[in-house]
């Protein structure tokens, strides 16, 4: 496993090295973005079941659409997790 990087512009080397690209033998790991253009990063883990069920999401079976923010729960190269939550009849699905 590679180390623990040590700036979150790091982080996305780190990872793509580590066991955190895949969920199974599907991808789960889907790159890092810039936030605001100043240097801010955020990762991007996600499943092809979970992308799927987003892109699908219709007034008829996907009820709605929740986003959730917290702060200092995350690694501490990163202040904040964000998560989406996609509520599919009567489940919700992270």
């Known amino acids: 496993m590679s180390s623990l990087p040590t700036n979150p512009r790091d982080a996305d080397a780190a990872i793509m090295g580590s066991r955190f690209t895949s969920l199974g033998d599907a991808p ?3 790159g890092s973005v ?3 253009g100043d240097g801010d990063t955020a990762l991007i883990f996600t499943s092809d079941g ?3 069920l ?3 999401c219709t007034v008829v ?3 709605s659409v929740y986003v959730w923010c917290t ?7 990163f202040c904040q997790l964000f998560t989406v ?5 009567d ?3 992270q």
């Open 50 to 52: 979970q992308l799927e």
């Open 54 to 56: 987003l892109r699908s």
């Open 91 to 93: 489940h919700s699905l």
């Open 85 to 89: 939550f996609v509520q599919h009849t």
């Open 28 to 30: 789960f790991y889907r």
């Open 34 to 36: 810039n936030t605001h």
């Open 71 to 77: 702060f200092r729960v995350g690694p501490s190269l």
């Open 61 to 63: 079976w996907c009820t």
